[in-house]
């Protein structure tokens, strides 16, 4: 049974890293989003394989649900910039790289290896927490922190309308399909003119 | 059981992928999806947490920690999607106008 958890969560982890290096590394924003939904599945994966069931929930509802579909209409909506013939890197990102082992290294490695992991808590209870302990938790000694959260997710929501709301008048009429490859088509054909006038100059 | 070690260097590890993409790439978008996998490799680390010690408050955290990224998330895509339309570009390198 314990190899078996182990050799899950190895698969996991493994997909998980794969995942979060492509999101990094790729050249499609969109393949981008897709991986990360990819790695936000499989960290859910991981909350279950830790039995916390009511965060794993938590986690495909909002993070593969809500977030990961908002990335993807703001990837649409801004999607003439976002093609893979744009230079994506920053130019000195081997010093950005190097900054990033050195966090690595110096702030995480030593924590992780010179805490002492073997201990065994005191006072630990027997019961694993539950989903029934956590609703029961957010109704009493976290009530205000839970009331200040939906707080805040209903400043969000305005937040967001007002930042993004644009009025009727600076709109820009959404073409249809075809007064749009009509409009590509006319692009071509000046793009297309502009050189062969140009040679024709010359050559005179 | 696995050890929390090993949740705790997978989340170490994904936190650093999340620095490199924040630092290397110049699209606002990847940055955003790098920040957003900097948060999930934190809920990780307090998931293994709560686990080891039994407790409901890592997973309680985790819960906040999820809410704040939602609202984030709905404010910075709003504003993005607002940046574009007055500059028509993502690149934050170019975005540089309160740059003294």
Known sequence: ???????????????????????????????????????FFSVAAMYLLMEAEFIAIVQVLVY?????????????????VTGEGVRQLYKRWWIALIVAAALF????????FNYEWA??????????????EIGTAFMREYLLPFEVA??????????????????????????TLAE?????RQRNESLRLAPTTHASETSE | MVPVSYYVLLSAVLFTLGVVGVLTRRNALIVFMSVEMMLNSANLA??????????ANGQILVFFVITV?????????????????????????????LKG
Do not use: C, Y
Request: without cysteine.
């Open chain 2, 46 to 55: 307090l998931v293994a947490f709560a686990q080891r010690w039994q407790s």
């Open chain 1, 119 to 132: 201990v065994q808590p005191s006072g630990a209870q027997i019961s694993i927490a539950s989903t029934v």
């Open chain 1, 64 to 80: 593969v649900g809500a977030i990961s579909i908002l990335v993807l209409f703001a990837i649409m909506l801004t999607r003439h």
């Open chain 1, 1 to 39: 049974m314990n190899i078996l958890i182990m050799v899950i969560f190895v698969v996991l982890a493994a997909f998980t890293l794969a995942a979060g290096v492509m999101v990094v590394t790729v050249k499609n924003i969109i393949h981008a989003a897709l991986w990360l939904i990819a790695s």
């Open chain 2, 69 to 97: 990224a939602a609202a984030e998330v709905a404010v910075g895509l709003a504003l993005l999607v607002t940046i574009f339309r007055s500059k028509r570009t993502t690149d934050i390198d170019e975005i540089n106008t």
């Open chain 1, 105 to 112: 290294g110096v702030l995480i490695v030593p924590t992780v």
């Open chain 1, 180 to 184: 749009e490859v009509e409009q590509r």
């Open chain 1, 150 to 175: 939906s707080v805040l997710l209903l400043v969000a929501l305005i937040g967001a309308i007002v930042i993004a709301f644009e009025e009727r008048s600076t709109r820009r009429r959404v073409l």
